[in-house]
């Protein structure tokens, strides 16, 4: 290996960190840039949601690795700076500003951008606000006192997670879901079902169906949302969490092959050699599909996929996804992608708060949501891991044990 290779990286997310650690575990030695954006160091994104602002945490901790670390693995980090270019001629990226680096390798870990309401429905009036940067985090939290009323825009994991803290903090809290219901388009009923019984429960109001047509300004900030049934929801802050699009600007304007994520191979390269791509701004083909997922497994697999091809010792992208999600004490965990299933199963739990829905495609099991029964979801990891699957007939009795197919 040439120790004069310079590998860029390009994102400061979970995708690039879980690179770095890679790409120096399998014996890289060249020089290796990290250049993201925002001004702090790689953190988990998931706590922003949930117990960073549920707890106010501190930022040292919900940081990826500690500050020595990245000295440790000879990583120039480039803080708070944006490319916005690659000159892929030159093999080059350019920074805001007109610097310019340069690389043998680039990899790009952009990640996602939250959509966000047209500025001509109000969208863009202070008091609203997102939820995917450590800032958009930190401009919430002065909201989150008791008698604030928030409203949601968005029934997904992110919305309700939000509205969970801001329930148990004492707000006023009302999530308006445009599509039939919650979670349509990521859970089955019975997951929905058990969610917005929960919210119920903790005071938040729940309106699915109805789309939110605009916000309302008062003194030139958001004061509320009009659905379009004509209600009105007055605001103190509004929270827009209705999914996000892959950041795929950088590769679309250097004219690499992008399909619902920059498209990239099992081993993490683009349609150019020298650009491998990882995280939630990808695609790639799982199962005969283009899939792009949004999670930290995903980020964290392709980080180290990419990692191994970058050092030579390439290692196909095999995944079997998994996510979580936390809202009051309850813990739903996800094995397997349910896309394109075509039954989906509830199995009661052990306890009444306890549930798992099996997600098939005929007779073959895709997916299992795990709502505080950790048996459930290790039994579906390793089934899926074995690549078998449970009858139906066995999922819907709770007494059934699946030892004889996990053996
Ligand atoms: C609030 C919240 C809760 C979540 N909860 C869960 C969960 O419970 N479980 C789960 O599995 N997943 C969860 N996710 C999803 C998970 O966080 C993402 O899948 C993960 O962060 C993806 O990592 P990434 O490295 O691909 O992208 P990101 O983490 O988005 O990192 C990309 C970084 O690149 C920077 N960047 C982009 N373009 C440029 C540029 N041109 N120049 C410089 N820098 C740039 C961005 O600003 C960002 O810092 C959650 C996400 C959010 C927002």
Redesign the pocket.
């Known amino acids: 290996m040439n120790p004069a290779e310079q590998v860029v990286l ?7 960190a879980a690179f770095v650690n890679s790409v120096r575990r399998a014996g890289y030695t060249g020089r290796l840039t990290l ?4 001004p702090v160091l790689p953190y988990h ?2 706590p ?3 117990k960073y602002l549920a707890e106010g945490l501190p930022v040292e901790q919900i940081l990826i690795r500690a500050p020595a670390w990245y000295g440790e693995q000879q990583v120039q980090l480039r803080l708070g ?4 270019r690659i000159d892929r001629a030159a093999q080059r990226v350019e920074l805001d500003g007109g610097e310019r680096v340069a690389y043998d390798r680039l990899v790009l ?4 951008r939250p959509r966000r309401l047209p500025a001509a429905v109000g969208g863009e009036l202070p008091g609203v606000l997102q ?3 450590l800032a958009d ?1 930190d401009a919430l939290a002065p909201y989150l006192r008791a008698g604030q009323r928030l409203v949601v825009v968005g029934g997904g ?2 919305g309700l ?1 939000a509205a969970a803290v801001a329930a148990t903090q004492g707000l006023q809290v009302t999530l308006v879901e445009a599509a039939p219901r919650i979670l349509q388009r990521v859970a089955a009923a019975p997951t929905a079902d058990f969610f917005r019984a929960l919210h119920g429960a903790h005071g938040v109001r729940l309106i699915e169906g109805v789309a939110p047509v605009r916000l309302w300004a008062d003194g030139g900030r958001a004061a509320g949302v009009e659905l379009a049934d004509g209600r009105r929801l007055p605001a103190d802050v509004v929270l827009v969490g209705i999914g996000v699009e892959p ?1 795929v ?2 590769a679309a304007e250097a004219g690499l092959a992008v399909d619902n994520g920059i498209a990239v191979d099992a081993f993490g390269q683009t349609s150019d050699p020298a650009i491998l791509a ?4 990808t695609s790639f083909v799982y199962r005969g599909r283009r899939v792009r ?7 964290n697999e392709q ?1 180290a996929v990419a990692a191994h091809t970058v050092a030579g010792q390439p290692k196909a992208y095999a995944p079997l996804p998994w ?4 809202q009051y004490d309850c813990k739903l965990q996800i094995a397997g992608l349910n896309l394109g299933h075509d039954d989906a199963l509830l199995r009661p739990g052990q306890t009444e708060r306890s549930r798992s829905v099996w997600y098939y495609q005929g007779e073959t099991l895709l997916a299992v949501d795990a709502i505080n029964d950790a048996a459930a979801y290790v039994s579906a990891k390793k089934l899926l891991e074995l690549g078998r699957s449970v009858p139906k007939a066995a999922v819907r009795d709770p007494g059934a044990s699946f030892k004889d197919w996990l053996g």
């Open positions: 390009v994102g400061g997310g979970h995708a690039a250049i993201g954006d925002e994104r998931p922003l949601s949930k700076a944006h490319v916005g870990a952009t990640g996602a939820m995917r940067h985090a994991y992110i997670e950041d600007g950088l990882a995280g939630d701004c997922l949004e999670s930290v497994q995903n980020a980080g996510f979580w999600s936390d």
